[in-house]
């Protein structure tokens, strides 16, 4: 599930970025792709979880099974959280692209995902470090970090409607999906997660 969502998150964030750099010609375009990526992302909270892992791993003994449960379940409802918020953002920006609405309501709603974003950064670079090994927690903590600079870049260029960050919003979105993108395809292609 995770590196499927970073995948569509990338994705999203792409097209956005190519919309913002003005390379489609108009916001249709942009919206039709981001409501799809979005709807897409929405689905993944459906897909059964690889954190399932960590209760069939370690010491049998029942106190340390419900310890990790407990730490699980935390885990995948931050997950969860994480990936309907940015969900949503993508149905949001897909839906002012595609009826052509303001850009600062996306703008101001890219401040709550950004917060969102460095709270499930924070909680997964200090509660994941223990759970699994190096390669899982760098890549979840890097592509969330990523994920939280990506938001706030989008907060300040269309809430407050700075032009001149236009091209430097446009260029980070760009290079930061391509990263997020490649975050979740380690995922996928060495099933790390």
Known sequence: MEGIFFILVGAALFTQSWYVLGLY??????GILMGALGLLTLGTVMFGASLEAVLLTGDPDIEDTVARAKDAVATMTMFKG???????????????????F??????FYSAFVAVVSVVAFLYFAINLQNVYSDAVWLVITGATLTLSILA???FFYLAFQWIVLRLVSGWFI???????????????????A
Request: aromatic share 6%; glycine share 16%; net charge negative.
């Open 102 to 107: 303001e850009d600062r309501a996306v703008g």
């Open 152 to 154: 706030s870049i989008t």
């Open 25 to 30: 010609s108009e916001g249709r375009t942009m």
């Open 82 to 100: 994480l990936v309907v918020v940015w969900a949503i953002y993508a149905l949001g920006a897909g839906a002012q692209g595609l009826w052509e």
């Open 174 to 192: 760009l290079l930061g999906s391509v990263v997020v993108v490649a975050l979740g395809l380690v995922m996928i292609g060495t099933d790390i």
